[in-house]
């Protein structure tokens, strides 16, 4: 499967993204990265500006703890996840 991706727009220059990976066997959305990007002006292109990892928790700049984690992120990620679902009577 693949990873659920959701965005927040802060203003024109700045953006938090949060990547969510869906473990099937205890059927939990585990949060596996965060990012901050952040850019000088409109015409620059996006950098992170900070960053957690899961897997690669030594690139990471922030820690679990530090991640913000808006009340409406859970609502919205499980929206994202049941959005990918798709019911089939028999595979193809």
């Not at 897997?55 to 703890?65: A, F, G, L, Q, V």
Request: hydrophobic share 35%; net charge positive; aromatic share 10%.
């Amino acid at each position: 499967m693949q990873h659920i991706r959701i965005e927040e727009t802060v203003d024109d220059l700045t953006y938090h993204e949060w990547v969510f990976w869906f473990d099937d066997n205890r059927c939990q959305l585990i949060l596996n990265e965060y990012i901050l990007w952040h850019r000088e002006t409109k015409r620059h292109k996006y950098v992170v500006a900070e960053k957690f990892d899961r897997i690669m928790e030594r690139r990471s700049t922030r820690k679990i703890d530090d991640v913000p984690f808006p009340r409406d992120l859970v609502d919205r990620a499980k929206q994202a996840l049941l959005d990918k679902l798709t019911v089939v009577k028999e595979r193809r």
